[in-house]
């Protein structure tokens, strides 16, 4: 029995960038709220929120986009939406002491 | 459309994949449904926990000295954090168009790709020589105060990292050159894991660029 070699439909180039340029302006974003000038109305642990999100946020579009969870099993995407929660939640919880 | 299938997990194989064209048993082999190996994603989730304690140890450290990591944070300098930044998200780019340009067999731009990736890896290790150097030179060293011991175990641990990476890199674009138009199962695992490893090095970073050069 010979099997046809067929090469696997790809992510696309243009989401990868995208997510790419999602990651640059995130990335721009938290480095404004960083800057010292930045501090405004919301408040120091205000800020330290923002910035703890942003970055969570970032960790979540390098999963989904680069390494491909969304196409993955389902045990590897809750093993990392566990992870998000966990780590985010307590660092917050740290943060806002 | 645009639905990935991941190399299968059969270990004696060099046969080409196969898609849904292929026999029951590959077709149940793809449902593996994860990029690599089951175990590299093992790996990199002992890992990502590892360093989630270290983000831990750093809040509760500024927590019980806010002052030091006030001034600790005042002296990081922002600008080559964000250099650092946009290297290891430029290079987890490259290396994830790498992998779509070798699943479609189109080897030579995968290699241009992780060449880049190389390049931006070794940007991020070269800027993080002269920031330590900065600092070093100031006078901060791992024993100056508690936020100075965070920063420089974390970042050379994660740079430890950045250096098992470049080198899996290397490996990544040898195995490239054995590929002959599409890549055989075992070569697509051995190139979505260590593309995986190299996405968890960039995430790790993350982390640390929030806590050690962002966060009050």
């Known amino acids: 029995m010979t099997t046809t070699p067929v090469r696997s439909t790809v992510t696309s180039v243009r989401f990868i960038v ?80 | 459309m645009g639905d990935t299938t991941f190399a299968p997990d059969s270990p004696n194989t060099t046969q080409p994949i196969a898609g849904r064209n292929g026999t029951p048993l590959e077709r149940r082999m793809l449902k593996r449904g994860v990029p690599g190996e089951v175990g590299i994603w093992a790996f990199i989730l002992t890992d990502m926990s590892v360093f989630a304690i270290y983000y831990i140890v750093v809040a509760l450290s500024r927590s019980r000295q806010p002052e030091v990591f006030l001034h600790g944070r005042h002296l990081m300098s922002l600008p080559t954090g964000l250099l650092n930044t946009f290297f290891m998200l430029t290079a987890s780019l490259f290396v994830a168009l790498a992998v779509q340009y070798i699943r479609q067999g189109r080897n030579g731009t995968s290699q ?105």
């Open chain 2, 112 to 216: 241009v790709l992780l060449v880049g990736a190389g390049l931006c890896g070794t940007g991020f290790v070269i800027t993080k020589y002269f920031e330590w150097g900065a600092k070093l030179a100031a006078g901060y060293t791992p024993l100056s105060d508690n936020f100075f011991q965070l920063y420089f175990m974390l970042t050379g641990i994660h740079l430890l990292h950045v250096l098992v990476a470049l080198v899996v890199l290397a490996y990544m674009s040898r195995k490239v050159t054995h590929i002959r138009q599409v890549p055989a199962a075992s070569q697509m695992r051995f190139i979505e894991n260590g593309a995986s490893y190299w996405h968890m090095v960039d995430l790790i970073w993350l982390g640390l660029f929030a806590l050690l050069y962002l966060a009050s």
């Open chain 1, 18 to 97: 995208g997510a790419w340029l999602t990651l640059l302006a995130l990335t721009l974003l938290s480095g404004l709220f960083g800057a010292e000038h930045a501090v405004g109305a919301l408040g120091v642990k205000g800020i330290d929120t923002a910035i703890l999100l942003i970055a969570f946020a970032k960790v979540f579009v390098i999963a989904h986009a680069f390494m491909e969870h969304r196409h993955a099993a389902g045990w590897l995407r809750l093993s990392f939406a566990g992870w998000y929660v966990l780590v985010c939640g307590t660092l917050m919880a740290l943060y806002w002491m």
